[in-house]
């Protein structure tokens, strides 16, 4: 068994000790006056702890004050109690207490505690370790996995509980890594933070059983019913800031030494006095029992000759590791500043012989198109970085911008030299607002990690390093800072940046060779080659491209809904009789429950103000009850469009170009879609009137339209390719509506006889079988009885039953492999199918198992699309530009007079870029906006 390090979350024990204790009406202080619950509690359990369990290693984290969340939000914890006087006076003894025992103390400025003990239990895990956290903070369930447990403590001190994975999923509903995703949705009300307004925990644990992300979940936002699906949209923003504010830390730069962690006896005089001071006279037998228990026990591991820890029998590989957990050695390498055109022309120089280059920029902003270019790093051998200085504003030697364009260009430009490195899209942008051009992109090191571990936390360079390399990289924050303090690359000395941005580039040589061993292994080499890294400069392209806004549109757009947001709330005003403020719950909560005498749904469900909730779902209840009520709804809508997107786009539009371009993340996703983001011009709404006239708002320019190309039922007909159903196929190949085709195979009647309900149950079901549904999801997703949904999906597998075919066999193969694959071999992993994990989540990642070489098709089959385009229109003189990409449309724009041509080569790309059973087909519109667009009929 491997040693197993103990964490004791001071704070948090320390608060619900206290609370358990003095809930009792017991107030312990000494004959002096001393409040003493506090320490008495956490004593009680440090004492049991050692009786116990025995542990090997022990450590206490500490809150190190504000941390980075209170910055991105000043009303984190806000509504969080004070901490009572008289255990804010007892903090200090326990740390007194902790030191006595000759326990580490783990305390960093700026982070909470949560963030201290993912960050050291990771690391124990990462050196072979189990972990064991002592806690009374649910948040820290997150961290959870087979080698972390989380000792809960309870409303009392003998209600402590262990919690494993399956007893988190019992008790949440959700697994580990899935509680910050619930956290986004339901918020936590102890913290503060906010959620998605009107999604309860029965919700949020529906939508990741069948989703499994937040990120899953709003990208399949179009297939939930639509009050749920009004909540996500509405409060999109306070969800990811709600899973940003939940998520801990696993990455601080803080270290725990093992020597000093090391339980094996402690100054037992020293606790004595202590306890006496204190008058915890009940303790001091207990504290004796255990000193005298411990005398001349045998360590659980040995030291070595020279008393050091020896984890020799322990660790993977069987060999000896540092005993500072968390710091693996300092990345090492000769870093060669290029500040003089000597040195310049031996880089030049270098950079022509060599077999790959390493590239890396240093800019002013995380916008490459926003940013000034700071300096290029550059490797081409290992052990050696480059390292040019342009921008800095230090006043050391650096070299013009003109002189590098001119040294580089003819390696940058050539295709046939590599380039390699980590998010290149980035660099790529970067160095052409620059006026550096780059060819020959061959490898991306986040790409590989991505395509190896879809779910990988490494997709970051430091942790990637660490993970492959066990390198200890300078993080950014250590050169910037963080939060008011941080300050621009530009204006770190270069002596300092030239090491970082160094090592940046030259790690990347040293991943590669591991990383396509990686790939090689999972089988995804080809993919990687033939379609994602062939993506990134069409990605790249389209960033740049950018889209046109119709700022006065957005203008006139936004005057008419706070028209119409004034004329609600006069409305409201009228309604109840007084004036208030609509956007105050608390206010509401009074306007609706008290002054208008409307019933609470749930008379249980308070606010932490006290006051009854006014949440999305509360309102959708009491819909036509009240007149008011339907008004504070679509103000609520209108109010969320306008600071969303109409009022946001705009400021969006970069001032060099004068348009939007949004960031396409390759490797956001684990089913392979691209996510696009600042601004996520995915998710423009189109399920509302007023919501597709945001889409009006993105324009071409004079003399232009712009091109809207997408696949039909792109995802039914790769079910039908694999599935290889003949009356599927039949249905497809002879151009009928699958839909209505489906409800005429069913119910058994002539096609020109089915009506809308019956096409409406069968395109429930056609959609619903890609995403596993079941009999009862039919059921809840239309009018049909349950008893009348299980009739209806067996019938529908009578006359599909190669469908049902392919779907037991997914399962199967799923169970056995442990993953499934698209047809082009990209791989998701699914463990807990082979680890026979409980029927709950089993279930689930069948439905992912089912869902994933569906959807992931699509989404390389469009990528494939992406990638012939751009030469199909430089080779048939075209001046078409590829704009955007959202799920399975591609936006174009174009020269009106080369409409017709180029919709015929389009439509021919995307319908040959990969072969079918049945063909693929597209539908084509055109307009001078995104939102009022006409069918182009061949």
């Known amino acids: 068994m491997p040693p197993t390090l103990y964490l004791i979350d001071g704070h948090a024990l320390a608060y619900r000790t206290f609370f358990a204790l003095t809930g009792t009406g017991t107030r312990l202080t000494t004959s002096s006056g001393e409040p003493t619950a506090g320490v008495f509690g956490f004593a009680s359990v440090l004492l049991r702890l050692l009786e116990q369990e025995k542990p090997e290693y022990l450590a206490v984290a500490f809150d190190g004050g504000h941390s980075f969340r209170d910055v991105e939000y000043p009303a984190y914890k806000a509504t969080r109690a004070k901490m009572p006087d008289d255990l804010r006076a007892q903090m200090d003894r326990v740390r007194e207490l902790v030191d006595a025992f000759g326990i580490p103390r783990l305390e960093l400025d700026g982070y909470e505690a949560d963030d201290i003990l993912g960050s050291i239990a990771r ?13 009374g903070d649910r948040d820290l369930l997150q961290l959870v996995d087979e080698r972390i447990i989380v000792n809960l403590a309870g409303n009392k001190l003998s209600e402590a509980r262990d919690f494993t994975p399956r007893d988190v999923e019992e008790v949440l509903g959700v697994r580990p890594d899935q509680v910050v995703d619930y956290k986004a949705l339901v918020g936590d009300s102890s913290d503060n933070i906010p959620g998605v307004s009107g999604v309860g925990e029965k919700t949020a644990v529906s939508l990741l059983k069948q989703y499994s992300t937040l990120d899953e979940i709003y990208a399949h936002l179009e297939e939930l019913p639509p009050r749920i699906r009004t909540r996500l949209e509405a409060d999109r923003e306070n969800a990811y800031l709600s899973r940003r504010l939940a998520k801990i830390q696993t990455d601080l730069q803080i270290t725990l030494d093992l020597n000093a962690a090391r339980v094996d006896g402690f100054d037992v005089a020293r606790v004595e006095e202590l306890f006496r001071r204190l008058e915890f006279r009940s303790l001091l037998e207990r504290l004796r029992k255990i000193a005298k228990a411990s005398e001349g026990s045998p360590s659980a591991v040995e030291t070595n000759q020279r008393g050091q820890l020896s984890l020799f029998e322990s660790l993977p590989g069987g060999t000896a590791r540092s005993l500072r957990i968390g710091e693996p ?58 390292y040019i200085p342009l921008g800095h504003r230090t006043g050391e030697p650096q070299l013009s911008l003109e002189a590098v364009k001119a040294a580089l260009a003819p390696v940058m430009l050539n295709p046939r030299k590599p380039k390699l490195g980590q998010n290149l899209k980035y660099d790529m942008l970067l160095l052409r607002v620059h006026g550096i051009e780059t060819a020959g992109i061959a490898f991306d090191t986040m790409v590989a990690e991505w395509l190896i571990d879809p779910a990988s936390r490494n997709l970051g360079l430091k942790e990637m390093a660490e993970h492959y390399l066990g390198a200890k990289m300078t993080h950014i924050q250590e050169l910037i800072g963080s939060g008011k303090n941080q300050i621009s690359m530009a204006e770190v000395p270069v002596a300092q940046a030239a090491p970082y941005a160094a090592a940046d580039a030259e790690v990347t040589l040293r991943l590669r060779p591991i990383l396509e061993e990686g790939m090689r292994k999972s089988g995804v080499e080809r993919l990687f080659y033939e379609l994602e890294m062939p993506l990134v400069p069409v990605l790249a392209q389209m960033e740049w491209n950018g889209i046109s806004l119709d700022v006065p549109f957005f203008e006139r757009m936004s005057e008419t809904l706070s028209q119409r947001l004034k004329e609600i709330e006069a409305e ?30 749930d008379r249980k469900r308070k606010t932490a103000s006290g006051h009854y909730s006014t949440s999305a779902d509360v309102l959708e209840e009491l819909r036509g009850q009240h007149p008011v009520v339907d008004l504070v709804l679509e103000n609520r809508e209108l109010a969320k469009l306008k600071s969303t997107y109409v009022d946001a786009l705009p400021r969006q539009i970069n001032p060099r170009t004068g348009r939007v371009h949004t960031s396409f993340n390759q490797t956001g996703s684990v089913t392979g879609r691209l996510a696009s983001s600042e601004p996520n011009l995915q998710n423009i709404p189109t399920r509302t009137d007023l919501g597709r006239q945001v889409r009006n708002g993105f324009i071409a320019e004079p003399g232009w339209f712009l091109l809207s190309v997408d696949y039909s039922q792109i995802e039914l007909r790769i079910v039908a390719h694999v599935a290889q159903d003949e009356a599927m196929l039949a249905a497809f190949r002879a151009g009928q509506d699958i839909h209505a085709a489906t409800a005429a195979a069913i119910y058994g009647v002539p096609l020109n006889q089915v009506d809308k309900a019956m096409r409406r149950h069968a395109k429930a079901i056609n959609f619903g079988l890609i995403y596993g549904m079941s009999a009862f999801g039919l059921s809840r997703s239309t009018e049909l009885t349950l008893a009348e949904a299980e009739e209806f999906v067996k019938a529908y597998f009578r006359q599909f039953p190669g469908v049902k ?15 499934v694959e698209t047809l082009l071999g990209r791989r998701r992993y699914f463990p807990n199918l082979v680890s026979g994990a409980n029927p709950a989540l089993r279930s689930r990642e069948e439905r992912e198992a089912i869902n994933a070489p569906i959807q992931g098709t699509a989404a390389d089959i469009i990528k494939l699309a992406m990638i012939r385009l751009p030469r199909a229109l430089e080779e048939a003189g075209s001046r078409a530009r590829l704009l955007l990409q959202v799920h399975d449309e591609l936006l174009l724009e174009l020269p009106q007079e080369e409409l017709h041509a180029t919709t015929r080569l389009v439509r021919e790309v995307m319908e040959n870029a990969f072969p079918l059973s049945i063909p693929l087909s597209t539908e084509a519109r055109y307009g001078v906006n995104w939102g009022e667009m006409t069918v182009l009929e061949d």
Do not use: C
């Open 123 to 135: 690391q124990a895990v990462k050196a072979g370790m189990g972990v064991k956290i002592i806690t």
């Open 329 to 386: 050695p300092a990345y090492q390498l000769n870093t060669v500043v290029v500040d003089s055109p000597r040195g310049l022309a031996e880089l030049s120089a270098r950079l022509e012989q060599a077999e790959w280059i390493a590239l890396d920029t240093e800019s002013t902003s995380t916008d490459p198109l926003r940013g000034d270019l700071v300096g290029i790093s550059l490797a081409v051998e290992e052990g050696t970085g480059y």
């Open 572 to 601: 409201i005003y009228t309604l109840v009789g007084y004036t208030f403020n609509v956007n105050s719950t608390q206010q509401l909560s009074r306007v609706l429950f008290e002054t208008l005498h409307l019933e609470p749904p």
């Open 805 to 819: 075919r392919y779907l037991d066999e997914a399962r199967q193969q799923a169970a056995r492999r442990g993953y």
